[in-house]
């Protein structure tokens, strides 16, 4: 597939090309080692008795049975946990209150959402454990449960949290207890001008179902007690610092006293941030004096990790005739789950955020209910506020007679343009997706046959900076060992890996890139804000150019001139009489002083955002409700792409993310606030037959703030489909949808509405 | 009484003998009792596909077959498929074509491939979606996936 910018990338020698992943044969031949992989002597299985109301007081929890079962050797409950104060503790992206983590880890007082932990186990194997979860006897008190946003945020609306105090902007009419945990308010110019002035104004609500990262491999962590006092950890986990400061902080040791081992992740797309299972696999180690592994099944999965908000969005903007926008109004409500969460932050600041508004105004409520306690999900937020934000997008250009891509095109945010939250944009490359989605084939191409539409979209992800360390050891081979933190989930070594080797002119192969544990490497934050190909391939930039330095003193010294005399270019050495590559160099290292180490710790500024123009045809059965998707094609600004393969996988598994969520993904909530679809089969994520080829096209617009160029690619693919494909719907049978997901009952549904009002 | 049976039966083409409940699944005993652990669980209720085996010669999720069951069977795993040091060429073309990003649905993907392969050496596009269609992929969107199993009947078919 080539990028659309592919002769700026030409003068590189290595990125923009397609080396084989560093870790691909461990991963084909089944020998990775996953977190649930990890054996050890003496190993015992935990686990997680969990609560089947989704709101109840606890009046006791008696272990006394499971104990005695034969072949179980600990069990606790948040007894065995000292509690936490109200404390922030930070986590890279985001931060977490300590006393909530404490509580969501093993309920204390209350249980908030079916399938919140209370107990667990460790036994000699897991069909023990699983028969002495059945031993445990948790007497309960149920309460009244509120699983709506809009529900939840009423003045009878049963209390989940009695302490909880509304953080940010006062409301205006809080009295006593509540559930708003976070309330927002961005403002930009004067709303009641802007739509005074404006010729069309638009106004609707919005809609969304809770949806699961649905990450093929569960929650599963092996921890170790140690008698010295130690804690070892092997975690799939996004973040093993993270994982090692909130375990350590929850357990009350110091950092120093947790090792945690990241093991190959089976996907993440920010589910494995926060911890569940690490401090109660520690706590069964303790007890038990043996290594324990606690592994979540897939019903555990749904109901007590992830998922993302749930939402009610409301989206009013108005434009003059010439189709200028003017002015834009949202208010949103987000599921914040059982505890504070936050996703409505990025979700308040990406809801305008492609689009130039004069003046606009944005309110957003972060709301406590009984699920789940919300997790960050491929530019948390932003999904959930494009679906919102570019229906009635949509709607405008429909009634305004113009182009979606051309109304976009006029309105487009550039460089310059200020959010309503604030900041202005550096260097972005929004209108270059426009334009190349708008010359695309697929945009001009001729859609036959009844029930057919194509519709369009666009999706904006801030992406994240953060902190990143590396070191790089040259051996004497040539080659360049690179040591890091940062979990690999999508091929991150290698892309990584490739900046080391562009900057040193070696190949990406005469690199070794090793993940390493927390003892073993620098301080390094997650990998999840689309940062790591860019904030860690900073440090490993600039750890090559340390290592050039250091090498370039090494030649003087051999060469017997001053170090300002050697020059480095592409993988040579000189000076005025001398040339050595960097391997010959390399290979004389040793009889030249000794071995050369290249470090970086970087704390990465210079973000560049990231956004992404959609084209989808879609086919919809009036019988059925069912919705096809029969063409996609998914443009989005990738700044300097490093590894294309990658990058365009990033952008095709976002897009079939996004298609689960326009389409079919949701949680099914009986009135007891139970989840009715706990399975894979039941829940229903995208196979191989529900969807096309998603073609990725690749606008190269740089970032100027970075060595390479690179911005980030993960996070802006899942944005824009729920809209396109809503808007294609509508170019299909004429009906808009305002509700994800647009599953074939709501769209049979909404067919047979607009059948009765005719 | 004794409380485990003993199976005997051929893996990857080796004769293999175990022990096992008669609880245990087959993807237990070759994850936990026979340290084979490339067959993954992602939901141990069949849903998924990361554990899929080929069993006397038909894809199956080891999660849903009984180790008692493969009695006397024949079972090949992702473990099974490179010949020595040499990988398969479903193995080489998921490396080529980027077929994979986390991972953990590979070992499951590869092996219902090559039951598919074995049964149609060239199959369409459409074939080869709907015989993987039990195996979930949640980072790729199944292109890559899709493509590199025609390049390796291409390759296989050389």
Known sequence: MATANETKTSSYRVIGTRPIRHDGVDKVTGRAVYGNDVQLPGLLYGRVLRSPHAH????????????????????????????????????????????????????????????????AVAAVNAHVAEEALKLIEVDYDPLHAVTWVLDAMKDDAPILIDDLKTEGAPLPHSKGPTNIAQHIVFSKGDIEKGFAEADVIIEREFKSATVHQGYIEPHVATALWSPDGHLSIWASTQGSFTCRQQTAELLALPVSKVTVT?????????????????????????????????????????????????????????????GRLVAGDAWMAYDAGAYPAGIIGPGCVCVFSCYDLPNARVEGFDVVLNKPQTAAYRAPGSTNAAFACETVIEELAEKLGIDPIEFRLKNAAKEGTRRPDGPAYPVIGLVETLKTAKAHPHYSATLEGPNRGRGVGCGFWMNAGLKSSVTAHVNGDGTVTLVEGSTDIGGTRTSIAMQLAETLGITAEEVVPRVVDTDSVGYTDVTGGSRTTFATGWAAHDAAIDIVKQMSARAAEFWKCSPDEVTFDRGLFSSKSHALTFKELAGKIQETGGTITGRASVEAKGVGATFGTHIVDVEVDPETGKVKILRYTAVQDCGRVIHPSYAEGQIQGGVVQGIGWALNEEYVY????????????????????????????????????????????????????????????????????????????????????????? | MATKTPVSTTINGEPVEFLCEPRQSLLEVLRDTLHLTGAKEGCNNGNCGACTVILNGVA???????????????????????????????????????????????????????????????????????????????????????????????????
Do not use: W
């Open chain 1, 262 to 322: 990241p093991c190959e992740i089976g996907g993440g797309f920010g589910g494995k941030i926060r911890v569940y299972i690490e401090p109660i696999a520690a706590l069964l180690s303790k007890k038990s004096g043996r290594p324990v592994k606690v592994l979540m099944n897939r019903a555990d999965v749904f109901e007590s990790t992830g998922p993302t908000p749930g939402s009610f969005i409301r989206v009013k903007l108005g434009a003059k005739r010439d």
């Open chain 1, 56 to 119: 109840a007081r606890i009046r006791s929890i008696d272990t006394t049975k499971a104990e005695k079962l034969p072949g179980v050797f600990a069990v606790i409950s948040s007894a065995d946990i000292d509690p936490h104060e109200s404390k922030m503790a930070e986590l890279g992206e985001g931060s977490v209150n300590l006393q909530y983590l404490c509580e969501n880890v093993l309920a204390r007082k209350k249980v908030l959402y079916k399938g919140h932990a209370v107990a």
């Open chain 2, 60 to 158: 199956v999720d080891s999660c849903l077959v009984l180790g008692v069951e493969v009695e006397g069977a024949e079972v090949t795993t992702v473990e099974g498929l490179a010949c020595r040091n040499e990988l398969h060429p479903i193995q080489q073309c998921f490396l080529e074509d980027a077929a994979l990003q986390c991972g953990i649905c590979t070992p499951g993907f590869l092996v219902a491939a090559k039951a598919l392969l074995d049964k149609i050496p060239n199959p369409t596009e459409e074939q080869i979606r709907f015989h993987l269609a039990g195996n979930i992929c949640r980072c790729t969107g199944y292109d890559k996936i899709v493509k590199a199993v025609q390049h390796a009947a291409q390759e296989m078919a050389k």
């Open chain 1, 670 to 758: 009986d009135a007891d606030g139970r989840m009715r679809n706990a399975s894979m089969l039941d829940y229903r994520m995208p196979t191989a037959v529900d969807v096309p080829t998603i073609e990725p096209v690749m606008v190269e617009v740089p970032n100027p703030r970075h060595p390479y160029g690179v911005r980030g690619v993960g996070e802006v693919p899942i944005c824009p489909p729920p809209a396109a494909i809503g808007a294609a719907i509508y170019n299909a049978i004429g009906i808009r949808m305002y509700e994800l997901p647009m599953s074939p009952p709501k769209v049979c549904q909404a067919i047979i509405n607009e059948a009765s009002a005719k």
